[in-house]
């Protein structure tokens, strides 16, 4: 128990961090930390299991900001509770180049900041990843182990982004009992009242997806404290409605749009030190009250100690397990398994979708993996993602390593970037091609984080035949290659998805996509081959001295430049072919290696059923090619490749007009 002025006093110390660092840096959101600060106060106080000391403490709440515009209230709590690397420095530098406090939380920048919230919404899907995380992990390794709460605050714009609702839905459905979220309910957006744009009635929207709902004064420390402890015994995920006054203690700017996105201004921040009884100079915190806040900071040594012990005490092979998993590293036997799997691949090639040969690659894959956890967002068939190791998750047994996402792709890749964050785990989702459009600000986000999350999309091309235009992908493939940070790979057969899969899987610091057929393909390796060589991203499948002709292509086209280069070397045509499955691959080598690859060549071609965009770095812009230049339209496969003129022949009179 914490008295009321105690309480008042630390609550003060995050509102004058937060609009003293707003008002020098001129750029910010003060009225969000200001508002929320007495939830916060209780929740790191006396609630919050961390341990600024040891901040990546596998079993520490999780704490999600999914209102990331008002990141100083967690810059705050981060520099206040102990965090060494927040110094009071920091909170001078808020929004200033190279600066870990930058205008949104950003993974990776500094310690205690979870994920990456600038989107809104983005964090209410993430802390549900992070939720299933957690539950998943603590069916697997117990509760001695795992075993903690994911908070999540939000604002009424994470609630009116779709992505939130795709989110609660699973996590009623789920029963994330352990998931509880915080809606700063101050009736504000920077437009001005809520009232202009949305009249949701948002108990009776949880209610109606099965959480479990509390409404309260969000000044009220003692009402504050009552809710969190009734969430905790909860059976479901707990919205508690908290009302406040955005801007809480600014005379005359307080429960206004004024203090939204913009600083107090000298004024205004005078008028309340006054009316807050606030007497100390910016950025200085009294020492009583910063004495509080770092015995907040230690309250949870005792626990993680304790958790020390019992992981000390675990089995040796289960607390080894548990250990490489949240380093994430891969079991030593990943490799050889790869190779035995690439030698099977050899003496038999299969003429195979890349799909199917993912799914065959997964097989291998899940065998020796247990930390992979799949799913689909209700195209598992079509995807192939599931294997003989993937028993369904359900919200009543979370032994199993599938989840059925839902039509719900955007939640999904949200969810899944939630699931890498937490650790212990390597998420994979699949869906189509073409609606990576749905997920791409998730995508976006793994990207900008650098986190190993794997995103299987079926359906790659034209190839997709009947459904039609709509589902047929033309520019995706260059959109996902446009995302800094981000792996896209598109292999040619059977070998290639698995070269493709193992890159994914080793991988720690980037998300990957890989692009997959429909259709079958006839194999482009046939003989075994130890190095895995679309580690360099573009190889050469078919040498040719003095080359006349390159073609360079990616996945399913790969079949068809070999059989237009067959047909060039018959005529006498010296010709290369070059497979490329991954563009970043192939940048991140050295330029001596580009340029061998690339090579000589007077004529340079490049095929993919795609849009150009992504090519003229590597075939010029004199460079011909060979795909599409429209959206693509209804009909069977070989039909739509014949009708959009994207055959060996062409290929093979592409060449023929450029040598003439």
């Not at 009736?187 to 109606?208: H, M, P, Y």
């Amino acid at each position: 128990m914490i008295s009321r002025d105690k309480h008042n006093r630390m609550a003060n110390a995050i509102r004058f961090l937060s609009m003293d660092a707003v008002e020098k840096a001129n750029s910010g959101h003060p009225g969000l930390p200001m508002g929320a600060a007495d939830v916060a106060t209780v929740l790191f106080s006396r609630y919050l299991k961390f341990d600024p000391k040891s901040p990546l403490w596998p079993d520490r709440d999780r704490f999600v900001l999914s209102a990331g515009h008002g990141s100083m209230l967690i810059y705050s709590l981060l520099y206040l509770t102990g965090y060494e690397d927040m110094g009071i420095e920091d909170l001078k530098q808020f929004r200033q180049l190279g600066s870990k406090t930058a205008g949104h939380p950003e993974y990776g920048h500094a310690s205690g900041i979870e994920t990456t919230t600038g989107p809104l919404g983005q964090g209410i899907a993430n802390a549900v990843g992070m939720a299933i995380a957690e539950r998943k992990l603590e069916e697997e390794f117990g509760s001695d182990l795992q075993s903690h709460f994911t908070y999540v605050l939000c604002g009424d714009g994470c609630l009116m982004e779709g992505i939130s609702h795709e989110a609660i839905a699973l996590a009623g459905h789920l029963k994330l009992n352990k998931l509880i979220l915080f809606w700063d309910d101050n009736n504000i957006t920077i437009d001005g009242a809520v009232s202009l744009s949305d009249s949701t009635d948002q108990i009776a929207r949880f209610k109606a997806v099965h959480w479990n709902t509390i409404s309260i004064d969000g000044h009220d420390p003692e009402a504050i404290a009552a809710a969190i402890e009734q969430a905790q015994k909860s059976d479901r995920p707990t919205f508690i409605a908290c009302k406040t006054t955005i801007g809480f203690g600014a005379p005359n700017k307080a429960g206004t749009h004024k203090v939204h996105g913009s600083p107090l201004g000298a004024e205004e921040i005078a008028a309340t030190r006054k009316a807050l009884n606030w007497e100390a100079e910016a950025f200085v915190i009294p020492d009583d009250v910063l004495s509080d806040w770092r015995a907040a900071g230690e309250r949870s040594k005792d626990a993680h100690k304790a958790w020390e012990g019992r992981l000390a005490a675990t089995e040796a092979g289960k607390k080894a397990e548990f250990t490489r998993r949240f380093a994430g590293d891969l079991p030593g036997n990943f490799d050889a398994a790869i190779d035995a799997y690439k030698k099977k691949l050899a003496d038999a090639p299969p003429t195979v979708a890349t799909r199917k040969a993912s799914e065959d690659a997964l097989e291998v894959i899940n065998g020796i993996l247990p930390e992979t956890l799949g799913g689909s967002a209700d195209l598992t068939p079509s995807n192939n993602t599931k294997t003989s190791q993937m028993k369904s998750i359900t919200p009543t047994d979370f032994s199993g390593r599938y989840m059925h996402w839902g039509i719900r792709e955007h939640g999904m890749a949200a969810a899944m970037n939630g699931i890498a964050l937490h650790g212990g785990l390597i998420p994979y989702g699949g869906g189509f091609m073409i609606f990576s459009d749905y997920c791409r600000p998730s995508i976006r986000l793994a990207a900008l984080m650098g986190i190993r999350v794997i995103h299987v999309l079926t359906h790659d091309s034209i190839g997709v035949g009947e459904d039609g235009p709509t589902h047929q992908p033309v520019e995706h493939m260059s959109a996902l290659r446009a995302i800094p940070n981000l792996l896209l790979f598109r292999p040619a057969d059977a070998v290639e998805t698995a070269e493709c899969w193992q890159l994914a899987l080793e991988e720690k610091h980037r998300p990957s996509a890989l692009a997959l057929t429909r259709q079958n393909l006839t194999p482009a390796r046939k003989t075994y081959e130890a190095k895995n060589l679309s580690a360099t991203g573009a190889y050469e499948l078919v040498s040719a001295d003095n080359a006349k002709v390159s073609i360079f292509a990616s996945g399913s086209e790969v079949e068809l430049a070999l059989k237009a280069a067959e047909t060039l070397a018959q005529k006498g045509v010296a010709t290369r072919v070059v497979s490329v499955p991954c563009f970043e691959l192939f940048y991140d080598q050295p330029e001596d290696y580009q340029a061998k690859i690339i090579g000589k060549a007077p004529v340079k071609i490049a095929v993919e059923a795609a849009i150009r965009q992504s090519w003229d770095h590597i075939i010029g812009s004199d460079g011909a090619f060979i795909g599409m230049h429209s959206f693509g339209a209804s009909g069977p496969a070989k039909d739509l490749y014949k009708h959009f003129n994207i055959t060996a022949e062409a290929i093979v009179a592409a060449a023929e007009a450029k040598l003439a």
